[in-house]
């Protein structure tokens, strides 16, 4: 029974906060109701909430179009630097805010460059690449293998940081694998790199900067070859190909030379050519064939004898022996036995055949006697060693095409008339002075006379006036102010002008009537709240006023919501009833 008892007692006490609700929600609609009826009774309220409202909105389009133009600052900071510049434009009181995927902070165009100076002087943003500075605060006693790492992160960052100061690149990441030393030979490793690049939009590297890259990197970094550096850009493509395959290809310091001599050759046929023809009346193509071979060429060439008298002497050898029955020197040394021989005996002081014996017996005899003369002179030798200069041209070719020359008829009109055979001669004769022609190197010149076709450049010219980015900002400007002058209008001839023409225009004076006549009067600003009488017209033909049915509309105008109240809200009813019968006790 207790429990029954509870349970019915939850249930009773439940019921009356649930009416509750429902009373105040239908008190809420007849508020609301009231309100709209009020409203409609006062037309000059709609009148002011919807001009209120239309000027709000005119407002707020005049504020948006005049909003400055918003660039971008600084894009793909990290969190420190970010908190930082923002802490500072906050300091300055400039607007700022963030692109839609929060990678760019973003402020007044006409602001940019003044608060990159500004921020750059008090040296923001720092950048997330942390140098050899992390170093400088190093624990007392800190391990060798921290110690390490620490120096190692800040080479890295120390590289990034010089990559980063060329042009093209934006961010920068460096990645180093230090050399491992061993007593071993096989154990050892050698030092290894990797650098990762992120390019400014449109931007790109040439063959030249990644070698430098490259080059610098191995430089920096103890025991590191140029051959173990690995860059990549973004896009993972590897920009380090050309050091891998070793130069055997052309790179891109290469093509660009050639596209460079092309060049210069073919200024230089134009600008010798422009004063005779005219600037638009000349076009110059050359083709340039250059050998980056390198060659080296030695050679040893040997000449002729020469005569005697005219050759260089190198060495000479003279050899003189004798035997006879005396010697030529003998004795003991001394001033005596240095003393020279007797002339030797002449033939004819010789004994002849038969033993006779002549003059001069007493000299000695030679029996044998031996003169060697040996000459050496100097060969004719030549040795010549020639390296060839690297990117020398082999060949060129030229092509130029001259425009029909413009001349004034008898009738005074303008015509083109082609150029004769002598005044092309002269102009390839110009056109092989002013770039070194060579018939020996097989170069080529090739000058053609021919009418240009000019319509498509000048009507591409014609078209490039609206194409400026001056002119389409300032349309852009403009299209904002006329978008909210648009609207403001059809504001205006939509809502303002049909609420002020409908409370303001007064109703127009009824028509005389004839005696004994009727006419129907609508009382109440809604269509559901008029009422349609009968008035019956009075002898003078003058309808009364109709004081009586509007007193008799606004009463059962009262009656509805009265009606509407006791529906929506019987207990307020019951008790307002209550008072009034307490009231008249």
Known sequence: MSESGATAGRQTGSTPNASQGAANASKDNATLSRLVRQMRASPLVVLLIAGAAS??????????????EYRVLYSNLDEADGGRII???DSRAVPYRFSDSGQALMVPADQVHMLRLQLAEQGLPRGGNLGLELMDNQA???????????????LEGELARSIESLGPVERVRVHLSMAKPSVFIRDREPAKASVVLTLAPGRVLGEGQVSAIVHMVSSSVPELAAEAVTVVDQSGRLLSAQAARGGNDLDGSQLEYIAEVERSYQ????????PILGSDNVRAQVAAQIDFSRREQTSERYGPN????????RSRQL????????????????ALSNTPPGVAA?????PDEEGDEGEGTDEPTLSNLRQEDIVNYEVDRSIEHVQQRLGQIQRLSA???VDFRTVINSDGEAEQVALTQDEINQLERLVQQAMGFSEGRGDQIEVVNTPFVRGAEESEEETTWWQQPATLSLAATLGRYLMVLLVALLLYLLILRPLIKRYTQTPPAAAPAAPGSTFRVSVGDDEDESVETDELLDDEGAAERPKRRRKTSLYENNLKDLQDMAKDDPRMVAMIIRSWMNANE
């Not at 000027?55 to 400055?68: E, T, Y």
């Not at 007392?140 to 790492?149: K, L, P, T, Y």
């Not at 200024?267 to 422009?274: A, D, G, Q, S, V």
């Not at 050899?319 to 003998?330: H, I, R, V, Y």
């Open 140 to 154: 007392f006693g800190i391990s060798q293998f921290a110690e390490q790492v620490n120096f190692q992160r800040g």
């Open 399 to 401: 092509a130029v095409v």
């Open 306 to 313: 020469q005569p005697p008298n005219e050759a260089a002497l």
């Open 267 to 274: 200024r230089r046929i134009e600008n010798i050519l422009t």
């Open 319 to 334: 050899n003189l022996s004798f035997d006879g029955e005396n010697p030529l020197a003998g004795g003991i040394p001394g």
């Open 87 to 89: 802490t500072e434009l």
């Open 55 to 68: 000027i709000a909105l005119v407002a707020a389009l005049f504020m948006w179009a005049g909003s400055p």
């Open 346 to 350: 002449s033939l004819i002081n010789q």
